[in-house]
């Protein structure tokens, strides 16, 4: 017998799968839970908003007190920040 296969409602993995952010990520997300995607889309709508990204390494970006507290340093690496975030998930 084979197994059925449903089509409605998509991929809800990985990315597209709605998460719970913590108290400190819903400062900037909003507490509703939401797609990994649409955590990091935020996060740089955030970032770019209040000027955090280094003037002579955009990649690097440079925590203000709100994202001291995600990431626990006072600057990351954009490759990083997915990591870091990724604790503020649930």
């Keep these: 017998m084979a197994k ?3 089509t409605t409602g998509g991929a809800r993995g990985g ?3 709605p998460v719970t ?3 400190d990520l819903a400062k900037i ?3 509703d839970p939401l797609p990994r995607s649409e955590v990091v ?3 740089w709508e955030y970032i770019k908003k209040h000027d955090l990204q280094d003037p002579k390494d955009k990649r690097e ?3 203000d007190e709100t994202l001291e507290k995600l990431f626990g340093k006072k600057s990351c690496s954009m490759f990083e920040m997915n990591k ?3 604790a503020h998930m649930k």
């Design 29 to 31: 997300t909003g507490s």
């Design 84 to 86: 870091l975030l990724s």
């Design 41 to 43: 889309s935020k996060m």
């Design 21 to 23: 952010p913590s108290a």
């Design 61 to 63: 970006i440079l925590a």
């Design 15 to 17: 990315i597209a799968k």
């Design 4 to 6: 059925e296969t449903t």
